[in-house]
């Protein structure tokens, strides 16, 4: 079912404006079905991106999104919205620009304004050991086509004149991996915009709809499940849906779902915590990143300084943040910007992260038919949603692993083929 | 409205014989000791002290505390310094913030007249085309950005932290609070009262009612006499697990502001309530008050708030504040009883002022309104401890449910009563809390290791027998019967959240994120219920259907100052540091290290070690002590080879791989008695393989009896290196017989060096050439350096740096973890297959490793550019051809003064290692050489003859 899209603009906002009209509902509030031809479970920026490109480029629009809270409660709506490209292997490199891509030009194709704010982005090299990894990235993106280059001090205090660049002993900047077209997008309009975009061409987004069980036919496991089976429908706590197709983007909860349909999964989740001070006026216009550090910053246009670290050590589905977070992360802030000592930690927050073991993500078919997962997004999922959400519907739609995707298959762990993101990847945001 | 000094008044908590001067806005003020920023200037007569954040609007006075929204000024380098709360000190510049030009005449607040297109999250549906003029517009909105200016010079403050474990901790010094502190320490419990404001006392600081300054001078004097810790402008910011407490104190006399960190047994929580805004037209204006405000600023700082005023008031805090204000002499044109069902509708005026305030279709004249309208319960701590608050449609806020029960509520948050009444459940919480901090205490000295002797039972849990607080009737008033503002840090009005529900961002989740209400100064302390009202009214729901958001940490903001603390990593420097000042050092930081990379000329010093001999100073590698009988098994568990026939005097090379196989760290380890080794590490690696180490023994291995301790800086490390070497150690030694036949390679001895006994000497080395490792005591280190320097001076000793020792570990192929490996680098990748022994019972990674042996791995190999003259860089790829596909990378590179020649290390496709292999290199600068990969890792002295002579 396509809807005429309330499109939006600047004259429509006048228009409405003068004539005091509301604007229509972002997406339906529709009845649960009892059949849909996909279910996609996580109405986070991945199970969104994955249900518009089904309809969008496949046509497939009998689909359902079903996730247990509000949309973007999860992952989507905790992490620190920083997009780049300057991954250290190929297929990283490849399939990370493709998503910057899609983001570059989404505002215009979703018609919602993700404020992608294409700032740059910095990572800061504090030892030699690290400018020899920013140089390896270097050469690797040189060789890919992406924007990335080292530069020394000097420069990086062009670009952000807080960071203390100056000769001393204990985590010196001794260097940076400038990528200018990495930055950071509104990851709520993200989320906003998948969904109305998926309910224009009849997607259904169901909140509130949590997943009990996942329905299998055939498998060497019980009830049907695991290797050998097929998926035949999905429990919720409205309900059953038959469906012959069901997609895992669950994120932290993923190895939860997938055991559902009896696939076990190499995922520990952890949580990753975040925190944001009181805005000041605008002092960054960069995003800056410190691995040995574990930190990411960037300024909000709101003036807010928005903070990231490593995930915490201990694998848990507890999403309380802790003290120590905040210590840590401030004293790592202030060898880095010494001088913002009286800025005022205003929130902190927590969110899930599934890890794998090659910290790259797990996506594609699985030895259950019709199960497909898009998991294992670790830190940086969102990053890579519009092209994962692109890929996943591809396969769904042909039922082939696109190339694009084919070094994420989960049967890596089985023949050994993992991809070698943890340098890069580990606290590289 | 006017507003000016009053009389003495018998509450204040102003010191009228000490003017304090300072600066608003430019121009000179003068305040009394005891005035917060806002009260003083409030009596100077200002009464616009910000602008709102999307609309510009003037803003006066709302609450005249911490919360208050408007009141968030820059102070000097200080930014977003709440005025109602900070008290006023001589010589302060104080400035608006986010006014421009001025507070006076601000141009942004044109965006008033256009604000009916600027609803709530009208960005996400604007700015999209062009779009290569987004960044522009991006500009732009950033201009909005609300909050004061960092200076970026402002230097980091002394901070120091405090660490303390009180039996109770009681967050809040109301009545109730107070008695539960009282109460817990009568009992015999360590107690701490935190209070958020400047004194004790909560609400009866700005009571004029004699039985409340009684009650007041009753609860000081008790807690004076107590020996209850009490900690005054402070604040319990957050509550972790198990009661793992932060609390930031703003008053500490050196700190700027100190972070407490408290493991409680119990937490008492009583905050106390907020009050709470009504929503209505022009509830912004300047003139519009809670009553909370209006009699803070009468009873506390002697400010007349008004001439005429007219009250809404729905309680008896209202009522009270008419009551102050008639007895100050501010006209009381009318009161509007919201108990009645009566409403304030508008507050009317010119833009900085109020002339009027409609209700029920009348219009009063007046400069001042007085809004009570009810509470919110600030249940952010309890909240963090698990709890979710359950709303109640008869008293109009929410209410407590189910805390765990080491955190117990009182005072407001728990219920409603009379002084005694609440006074009476404060006292009863205290007692409970004692009692169960009791209980805890106990059960810790039981079961904690080192426990002193405990005697007699655990106490029992004791049960929860308070009597319950009543719940006082209050009628439900968020929005009048038109609309205004909800959040005033962000200007979301409840026309914005209902259209946004409307528009399905139904949920307050969606709702805060898409109008971004509740996100601004007070986190949602003022506008949280009433965010949840317009949601509620605009699905047609009740507020408990609707829900409230979850309150997050911290509860007042803290400086990241006060959070970082001091810093305690350490810059290390060997005990030869001053030695190799004085000799022209050029250093190098490596980790916490700052080492010698050379001395000037690094090439010269490879030459030395090569013909004579040289010193290098390696005390940053990693040493562990290790001992206890199972130490071969844990030897044989971390390392890939083979460790149980290590013999006493001998030390032996060994990879250790993580469970995933991939290359961790590598080093020798020495056995140095029957049951005792020394484990080195690589210098990066000293940390995280002890933690490795540790790891295993304490959760895999506890059984093994194995101790460890990391002596990486209580020995100085020294190598010497070069042919010449055994006939200098050999002058400074003492107790081991240094003859080849004696002392063979990989061999350990412990020896006198120098007259420094148990230095531990081994003969290894990374430089290829015979040398001899010494680990000296490092209070000695200085002294044998300098002895060998003098022993060797007719040898042609000299020292050599970092530098030197990277050429000749290369010109050897040795590779180093983490520079010639990464994070996939799996074991035999390094081409010491042969020592990863797979028929051992287990080792880390053996499971991986035995996979991997039977396949085709990209290879460390040893690679020479066909130009010696080229050093490609270490990154440069290994690419095919003429094409970007890559190969391999070069992963260590120089040029060799040995061999006169470029050499490298590099990991290349396993198709392409074989000696003789043709390599294309893609430099940095675009251009591409040939190379060849050569049979051996060793690009000098192969077969190691220089090393075991």
């Known amino acids: ?429 | 409205m006017t507003m000016s000094r009053l009389g003495s008044q018998p509450t204040e908590v102003i010191d009228r014989s000490t003017t304090l001067r300072f600066r608003w806005n430019g121009k000179r003020f003068r305040g009394f000791e005891g005035d917060t920023i806002a009260s003083a200037l409030a009596a100077a007569g200002e009464h616009v002290f910000s602008r709102s954040m999307k609309y510009h609007r003037p803003r006066g006075m709302l609450t005249a505390d911490f919360w208050d929204p408007n009141l968030l000024v820059q102070v000097g380098d200080d930014p977003n310094v709440r005025a109602g709360h900070r008290l006023l000190e001589s010589g302060m510049d104080v400035h608006p913030q986010n006014v421009w030009p001025s507070l006076r005449h601000d141009i942004k607040a044109a965006n008033g007249l256009v604000a009916r297109f600027l609803t709530a999250g009208f960005y996400y549906k604007t700015f999209m085309r062009p779009q290569k003029l987004w960044p522009t517009y991006e500009r732009v909105l950033a201009t909005f950005a609300p909050g004061g200016k960092v200076d970026l010079d402002t230097p980091h403050r002394y901070h120091d932290k405090r660490y303390v474990h009180p039996d109770v901790v009681v967050a809040g010094a109301g009545p109730a609070g107070i008695e539960a502190a009282l109460a817990a320490a009568a009992a015999g419990a360590r107690v701490i009262l935190v209070e958020h404001e400047h004194a004790v006392g909560g609400h009866l600081r700005y009571s004029s009612a004699e039985s409340a300054r009684t009650a007041l001078s009753e609860l000081r004097a008790a807690l004076d006499a107590s020996d209850v810790e009490v900690l005054t402008d402070s604040t319990v910011t957050g509550r972790y697990e198990d009661n793992w407490l932060g609390i930031v104190q703003r008053n500490h006399p050196i700190a700027v502001e100190r972070l407490i960190k408290a493991r409680a047994k119990v937490l008492v929580v009583a905050p106390g309530l907020i009050e709470r805004p009504f929503v209505f037209a022009g509830n912004d204006r300047p003139g519009v008050i809670t009553s909370g405000a209006v009699r803070r600023l009468i009873n506390l700082w002697g400010v007349k708030p008004g001439e005429r005023a007219v009250v809404f008031s729905a309680n008896s805090e209202g009522d009270a504040a008419a009551a102050d204000l008639d007895r100050v002499g501010v006209e009381v044109a009318a009161v509007i009883d919201g108990r009645e069902g009566r409403r304030v509708s508008a507050a009317q005026g010119p833009p900085k002022a109020l002339e009027a305030v409609v209700a029920g279709g009348t219009r009063t004249d007046a400069d001042l309104l007085v809004v009570a309208a009810g509470w919110t319960a600030p249940t952010s701590l309890l909240n963090m401890a698990g709890d979710r608050p359950v709303y109640d449609p008869d008293a109009a806020r929410f209410f407590p449910s189910d805390p765990p029960s080491n955190v117990l509520a009182t005072g407001g948050l728990a219920g409603d009563g009379s002084l005694d009444e609440l006074r009476a459940h404060g006292a009863a919480t205290g007692r409970l809390a004692a009692q169960r901090a009791s209980a805890v205490a106990h059960r810790l000295q039981a079961r904690t290791a080192r426990a002193l002797e405990v005697t007699g039972d655990e106490p029992d849990w004791a049960a929860d027998e308070r009597t319950p607080l009543g719940r006082s009737p209050h009628p439900e008033l968020y929005r009048s019967d038109t609309h205004g503002m909800i959040d005033l840090s962000e200007d979301v009005g409840s026309k914005d959240l209902v259209a946004a529900a409307r528009e399905g961002y139904d949920s307050v989740e969606l709702a805060k994120r898409y109008t971004t209400a509740t996100m601004g100064s007070a986190q949602g302390k003022l506008e949280t219920v009433n965010t949840v009202a317009a949601i509620a009214e605009a699905r047609g729901e009740t507020i408990a259907q609707v829900g409230t958001t979850v309150w997050r940490p911290p509860y007042a903001p803290l400086t990241l100052g006060a959070l970082a603390g001091r810093v305690f990593e350490p810059v290390r420097v060997s005990s030869i540091h001053p030695w190799h000042e004085a000799n022209g050092v050029h250093t190098i930081l490596a980790g916490q290290w700052i080492r010698p990379d050379h001395y000037g000329d690094p090439a010269a010093e490879v030459r030395n070690v090569r013909t004579n001999v040289g010193l290098i100073d390696v005390t940053p590698l990693g040493k562990l002590d290790l001992r206890g009988p199972d130490i071969p098994n844990l030897l044989n568990l971390l390392y890939t080879n083979k460790w149980s026939k290590l013999p006493v005097g001998k030390v032996r090379y060994g990879m250790m791989c993580a469970e995933d196989g991939v290359v961790l760290d590598d080093g020798v380890t020495g056995r140095l008695g029957e049951d005792h080794y020394l484990m080195t590490t690589t210098s990066s690696g000293a940390a995280s393989v002890w933690e490795w180490v540790e790891n295993w023994l304490q959760t895999e291995r506890p059984d093994w009896r194995v101790h460890v301790t990391p002596v990486t800086t209580a020995y100085t490390s020294i190598n010497v290196a070069g042919p010449k070497s055994r006939e200098l150690v050999s002058r400074v030694t003492t107790g081991v017989d240094l003859s080849p036949e004696a002392f063979a390679y990989m061999e350990v001895r412990t020896a006198t060096v120098a007259g420094v006994a148990g230095c531990f000497m081994w003969r290894i080395g990374f430089t290829c050439e015979l040398s001899f490792e010494i680990h000296v005591p490092a209070g000695h280190g200085l002294h044998v350096w300098e002895a060998l320097m003098e022993a060797g001076a007719d040898l042609g000793v000299g020292p050599f740096g970092l530098e030197g020792q990277r050429i000749m570990r290369l010109e050897k192929g040795h590779f180093i973890v983490g520079q010639d490996t990464d994070g996939l680098t799996l074991g035999p990748s390094t081409g010491l297959s042969p020592l990863i022994k797979l028929d051992k019972d287990d080792f880390a990674g053996m499971p991986e490793l035995a996979w991997a042996a039977d396949r085709q791995l990209p290879m460390i190999v040893a690679i020479q550019p066909d130009d010696p003259g080229v050093v490609p860089e270490e990154a440069a790829q290994i690419v095919r051809g003429d094409t970007n596909e890559i190969l391999g990378r070069i992963t260590s590179s120089r040029m060799s003064p040995t061999l006169g020649r470029s050499i490298c290390l590099g990991q290349v496709e396993p198709e392409l290692a074989a000696g003789g292999t043709k390599l294309t290199v893609l430099l940095t600068s675009g251009q591409r050489i040939s190379a060849t990969v050569i049979d051996h890792h060793a690009h000098f002295d192969p077969d190691g003859e220089r090393l075991r002579g």
Not at chain 1, 257 to 281: F, N, Y
Not at chain 1, 372 to 396: C, N, R
Not at chain 1, 401 to 413: D, K
Request: charged share 20%; with cysteine; proline share 5%.
């Open chain 1, 1 to 429: 079912m396509r809807r005429r899209p309330a499109k939006y603009s600047a004259a429509a906002l006048a228009w409405r404006g003068l004539r005091g009209d509301s604007w229509p509902r972002v997406w339906r509030d529709t009845e649960l079905k009892r059949s849909y031809d996909a279910v996609v479970v996580g109405g986070g920026v991945h199970g969104l991106a994955t249900a518009y490109y089904l309809a969008r480029n496949h046509g497939i629009t009998d689909v359902a999104v079903v996730d247990k809270a509000y949309l973007g409660s999860g992952a989507s709506g905790r992490n620190t919205a920083i997009v780049r490209a300057n991954y250290l292997t190929p297929e990283g490199v490849a399939f990370y620009d493709r998503s910057l891509q899609l983001y570059n030009s989404m505002a215009t194709d979703l018609n919602i304004n993700v404020m992608f704010s294409e700032r740059g982005h910095l990572t800061l090299a504090h030892s030699d050991a690290a400018l020899r990894t920013m140089n390896w990235r270097a050469e690797v993106n040189k060789l890919q086509g992406v924007n990335s280059s080292v530069i020394d001090p000097d420069e990086i205090k062009k670009i952000a004149p807080a960071l203390d660049t100056s000769d001393h002993p204990r985590h010196p900047i001794l260097g940076a991996l400038y990528h200018p077209p990495g930055g950071i997008v509104r990851h709520d309009a993200v989320v906003w915009g998948y969904a109305r975009a998926a309910d224009h061409m009849g997607v259904e987004m169901h909140q509130k709809t949590e997943v009990l069980d996942i329905l299998c036919t055939g498998g060497d496991g019980p009830d049907g499940k695991g290797a050998g089976g097929r998926v035949t429908g999905v429990r919720t706590n409205r309900g059953d849906i038959s469906t012959p197709v069901v997609v895992n983007c669950t994120a932290g909860w993923a190895g939860l779902i997938s055991a559902m349909a009896g696939v076990r999964l190499p995922i520990t989740t952890h949580p990753l915590q975040a925190a944001v001070t009181e805005p000041v006026k605008v002092f960054l216009n960069t995003v800056v990143v410190s691995g040995s550090l574990h930190v990411y910053i960037s300024q909000t246009d709101r003036g807010e300084l928005v903070f990231g670290a490593a995930v915490d050590p201990v694998a848990t589905y507890s999403i309380r943040g802790s003290l120590e977070f905040t210590e840590e992360l401030a004293g790592h802030v202030l060898e880095l910007m010494p001088g913002i000592s009286r800025m005022r930690l205003l929130r902190q927050w927590s969110g899930l992260c599934d890890m794998t073991p090659d910290y790259s993500p797990v996506m594609g078919f699985t030895p259950v038919d019709g199960f497909l997962v898009d998991v294992g997004w670790g830190t940086y999922g969102f990053k890579a949603a519009p092209v994962s959400g692109e890929q996943i519907a591809a396969a769904v739609a042909t039922g082939k692993t696109p190339e694009l995707i084919a070094p994420f298959a989960l049967s890596r762990f089985d023949t050994g083929d993992l991809v070698g993101e943890k340098g890069a990847a580990a606290v590289g945001h």
